[in-house]
Nanobody, 125 residues
Framework: QVQLVESGGGLVQAGGSLRLSCAVSGLSVRARIMAWFRQAPGKERELVAVISWSGSRTVYADSVKGRFTISRDNDKNTVNLQMNSLNPEDTAIYFC??????????????????WGQGTQVTVSS
């Protein structure tokens, strides 16, 4: 079974930082795109950040550009999200996702088939 387990969520004050991690088991992340999504109360799920399997390209939602950094370690089968300068609008459940199919080393567009259970991030004002 493929499993994605997020960790690192919690409660922080506005302006603070958190680092989320996602451990993937049952699947090698080689050639697969990984991403972070989030869903805030009353809102639909949105894409936060994407990273190509080589790590050479990343994509960020406009709302998090300059504040969040996505990274991956293919040897450890993990993807991370460093979140700085958090604000209450970042409050959401954060999910990591991985494509089933492999893509080109620089591709940041794919279909996500595997999802984690989510980790709660709450930012107080």
């Amino acid at each position: 079974q493929v499993q994605l387990v997020e960790s690192g969520g919690g409660l922080v004050q506005a302006g603070g930082s958190l680092r989320l991690s996602c451990a993937v088991s049952g699947l090698s992340v080689r050639a697969r795109i990984m991403a972070w999504f989030r869903q805030a109360p009353g809102k639909e799920r949105e894409l936060v950040a994407v990273i190509s399997w080589s790590g050479s390209r990343t994509v960020y939602a406009d709302s998090v550009k300059g504040r969040f950094t996505i990274s991956r370690d293919n040897d450890k089968n993990t993807v991370n999200l460093q979140m700085n300068s958090l604000n209450p609008e970042d409050t959401a459940i954060y999910f990591c996702a991985v494509t089933r199919l492999g893509y080109g080393s620089d591709s940041v567009a794919g279909t996500y088939d595997y999802w984690g259970q989510g980790t709660q991030v709450t930012v107080s004002s």
